[in-house]
């Protein structure tokens, strides 16, 4: 299967390394490439895409904003159909960063990612995978909780209302950052139906992969910001 990847840099030399990284692989093409967020979405619109490589800081349309229009609907709710969106940028966990996992990204990229992590990670989103961990996300929520607010239309607590028992303890675990073997340990369950529980949870509460699901406990006051895991 040939993963369809979009460029977004206002940076033509970034993409044009990206670019030819990126057309060194049998399983990769570049589908598109643009210099803003306004021009990505207009592209979109009739380019199929899996996974973006999305800047955050860019004119007219900023990396932020766009990933939020691609990977949420009006109301605020993800879209699970939604292209996987990277986003790439200078410094470790910086803000930009985490307001970008907010609006639906998958992960976030250094900029100068070594070209086995940058395929390696277009290819982990594609296959439903996060390229940040959900501890990394945890860490970041802690820091940047008190300057970007939860929103009005967060969901509440009842957000786990469709899971069963046993799906709502892996969502939690999940959020606490806990890999599937660490869960499969703590519930006394095998690996590979663990696996089976948290694509269930992710299918039946919208979420694209597991970063999206400690964002939601965050958000649903399931996790408090600061709190030990």
Request: glycine share 8%; aromatic share 4%.
């Amino acid at each position: 299967m040939t993963i369809r990847v979009m460029l977004v840099d206002d940076q033509e030399l970034l993409r044009t390394g990206f670019r030819m990284i990126l057309q060194s692989q049998g399983d990769i093409e570049i589908a598109a490439e643009a210099g803003d967020g306004a021009q990505a979405l207009e592209l979109l619109r009739h380019t199929p895409v899996d996974v973006i490589l999305m800047d955050v800081r860019m004119p007219r349309l900023d990396g932020v904003e766009t990933t939020r229009r691609i990977c949420l609907a009006a109301d605020g709710s993800p879209l699970p159909s939604a292209p996987h969106v990277l986003i790439l940028t200078t410094f470790d966990l910086d803000e930009y960063a985490f307001a970008a996992l907010k609006a639906g990204a998958s992960g976030f990229l250094l900029k100068d990612v070594p070209p086995t992590e940058l395929v390696a990670a277009i290819r982990a989103v594609h296959g439903g995978d996060a390229v940040v961990a959900p501890t990394t996300t945890r860490r970041m929520i802690d820091r940047f909780a008190e300057v970007l607010p939860t929103p009005q239309s967060a969901p509440g607590p009842d957000v786990l209302g469709p899971l069963t028992d046993r799906e709502r303890e892996v969502f939690l675990l999940v959020a606490q950052g806990l890999s599937n073997g660490e869960i499969a340990a703590r519930l006394v369950l095998s690996e590979a139906t663990v696996k089976t529980h948290v694509g269930r949870i992710l299918a039946k509460l919208g979420l694209r992969d597991r970063v999206q699901a400690v964002v939601l406990a965050y958000e649903g006051g399931l996790i408090r910001a600061g709190a030990a895991d």
